[in-house]
């Protein structure tokens, strides 16, 4: 399995600060499976209004990070670099524990099926090795500026 530093992450995903929600991969098997993390601080900007007095991660905000990391399971493929992997859906998504400032977001996503440019994941978040968050998350692939993608 590879494991992918801060540049390298870079050079997959479009993402950029406020809205790069890994840290590092740890994982990757390209076009199978990939596993990162992201550092839960204080200084996060949702944090300021969500909610004051008692901080908690936005599970919208759990799930585009495992999209984030399935999205370099995908785009990690020689065939996809330069691409974007889109949202295309969620299905069955559960929370199941808080997700507060100091916890470490240990994500994973196992790719399950791709037709053509449409393919879906299965993506599991913990802390401390406990389950927060799973359920499946579906992408679609296109190429930057094109009209259908958005």
Same mark, same amino acid.
């Given at each position: ?5 801060? %540049? ?9 600060? @406020? $809205?790069?929600?890994?840290? #590092? ?21 949702? $944090? !300021?209004?969500?909610? @004051? ?14 999209? !984030? ?13 330069? %691409? ?5 859906? +969620?299905?069955? $998504?559960? $929370?199941? !524990?808080?997700? #507060? ?12 099926? #791709? ?14 090795? %406990?389950? +927060? ?18």
């Amino acid at each position: 399995m590879d494991v992918l530093n801060a %540049k390298e992450l870079l050079a997959l995903l479009p993402h950029r600060h @406020p $809205f790069l929600l890994v840290d #590092r991969i740890t994982g990757l098997v390209p076009g199978e499976r990939a596993s990162g993390f992201k550092n839960v601080t204080l200084n996060e900007p949702y $944090f !300021q209004g969500h909610f @004051p007095g008692e901080p908690v991660m936005p599970g919208v905000l759990i799930i585009e990070a495992l999209a !984030q990391v399935g999205a370099v399971a995908v785009l990690s493929l020689e065939q996809n670099r330069g %691409k974007l992997a889109l949202f295309a859906g +969620v299905n069955r $998504f559960r $929370f199941k !524990q808080i997700v #507060r400032p100091g916890d470490r977001l240990e994500l994973s996503v196992t790719l399950t099926g #791709r037709r053509g440019d449409i393919g879906k994941g299965d993506g599991e978040a913990r802390v401390d090795g %406990k389950l +927060v968050a799973s359920g499946e998350l579906w992408f679609a692939l296109t190429d930057p500026g094109k009209e259908n993608g958005n």
